[in-house]
């Protein structure tokens, strides 16, 4: 292969891929959690509590959480078995088809309980979708990645969150801010799930064009792929499996706390106004990619491993700073507070790309590192915003950065279960 720095354009391609796909898939993702945050409590679901209301509209951002082990362990199969590309044009296309879908969905006033049965279904699809996104897209980029390039290869993929935040958000502010409150929550809030088409297209685009990976095509020289890879996973692949699961547990907790969680709370509880919250947020994001920069590179220098341990260290005290500078309500305090927290989530996101796929062998890495990226995803994202919100009305911040410093540990004691991986 070509030096890292003179890339030849086919891998150029599987970079851009990588990034594309995943940006596509977390803008889809993310729509959602910013609507669930602000519009759908009271649209979808009765309550005379607007505080209700937000839990309820949390808990069906959270079925997608129990659908991603599912999405894992079914496009891991195939993308074990027959390749990644196919599998990974087929989680765009699900993912992509649940969003769109959800622009057309009836309100409660207009259907009844027919209206969050249909969106907690697709929100079941996008996650699914996602479920066997994230593993394929690590793949394409580390597979294909020099050696001595696997930290910097596999931060592409991670670059898709904050992409696809940024365009989520943007665009919500936008509305924000050309739509009255009358029009965003009659038909305003549809236009970002209408949106997601055209970025579907583009991902399509660019990964119908790819070829396989080198790991797989000699995976498949090798001998026959595995009848049931996750049947192998579990006997062989064990002990990788729950390390990996938990050292993703404290990436979830901090995206899910700073973003959907703060956006709540800060535009209920602390009365700031919707469109300030949400620029404050998209300030806040870069941090999380520069965060994503810096630790792909230095997990070339060190090891991924070695970094996300970094990150779980650093989170603690941040954490703990979460109360003192959120509670008071002023807007810089709580921007700086978010862009630190979202540069520690770059601290222990962004390695993810090269250490999890270098836990497993080319046979069941697809399925490997999907399971334990989605089941991580269950244990430190999947009710964040709803505990969050729990401890937050009973205690304020306090218990909420405490919650989050016991995730950071959790990820923590999980790295310490394996050593430093090799090249994929």
């Given amino acids: 292969m070509a030096e890292a720095g003179q890339l030849p354009p086919s891998t150029r391609r599987v970079l851009t891929a990588s990034l594309v796909g995943t940006a596509v898939e977390f803008y889809d993702f993310y729509i959602y959690v910013t609507a669930a945050a602000l519009v759908f409590g009271p649209l979808f679901f009765p309550s005379e509590s607007p505080s ?19 999405g894992a362990s079914v496009f891991g199969h195939f993308g074990d078995r027959i390749g990644r590309k196919s599998t990974l044009v087929a989680s765009l296309m699900l993912m992509g088809g649940s969003t769109l879908a959800i622009a057309f969905l009836p309100t409660y006033q207009t259907a009844g309980w027919i209206a969050p049965l249909l969106l907690c279904i697709l929100r079941f699809g996008q996650g699914f979708g996602l479920g066997g996104e994230w593993g394929g897209a690590a793949l394409l980029a580390v597979e294909n990645a020099p050696p001595g390039w696997r930290g910097r290869f596999g931060m ?51 990964r119908l064009k790819l070829t ?6 000699a995976a498949m020289e090798q001998g026959p792929p595995p009848k049931v890879p996750l049947a192998e996973l579990v006997k062989d692949h064990w002990r990788a499996t729950l390390a990996g699961t938990l050292a993703v547990v404290c990436c979830f907790a901090i995206f899910y706390l700073a973003t959907a969680f703060a956006l709540g709370y800060g535009t209920t ?12 947020l998209l300030g806040a994001i870069l941090f999380m990619a520069i965060g994503i920069l810096l630790a792909g590179w230095l997990s070339d220098v060190k090891t991924p491993r070695f970094i996300l341990m970094v990150g779980c260290i650093g989170t ?76 937050a009305d ?6 909420v950065g405490l919650y989050l410093a016991a995730a950071a540990t959790v990820s923590f004691l999980g790295l310490l279960m394996v050593r430093p991986t090799a090249e994929p």
Wanted: glycine share 12%.
């Fill in 52 to 70: 209700v209301q937000l839990m309820m509209s949390y808990a069906s951002f959270s079925i997608a959480f129990i659908a991603r082990p599912l």
């Fill in 156 to 206: 592409f993929p991670q670059l898709g969150a904050p992409v696809g935040f940024i365009a989520a958000n943007g665009l919500f502010l936008i509305l924000g801010l050309t739509l009255t409150q009358e029009q965003f929550f009659a038909w305003g809030w549809r236009l970002p799930f209408l949106a997601s088409a055209i970025l579907v297209g583009v991902g399509l685009w660019v």
């Fill in 212 to 217: 396989e990976t080198p790991a797989f095509a």
């Fill in 269 to 280: 509880t602390l009365g700031i106004a919707r469109e300030t919250f949400l620029s404050i």
């Fill in 316 to 391: 603690v005290p941040t954490a703990l700073l979460m109360a003192p500078m959120m509670e008071g309500g002023a807007l810089f305090p709580i921007f700086a507070y978010l862009s630190l927290m979202l540069l520690m989530m770059g601290f222990v996101y962004g390695p993810l790309g090269a250490f999890l796929p270098g836990l497993f062998p080319a046979r069941v890495r697809y399925t490997g590192a999907s399971m334990a990226f989605n089941v991580g995803g269950i244990l430190g994202g999947g009710l964040a915003p709803n505990i969050a919100q729990a401890l």
């Fill in 394 to 399: 009973r205690g304020g911040l306090t218990p």
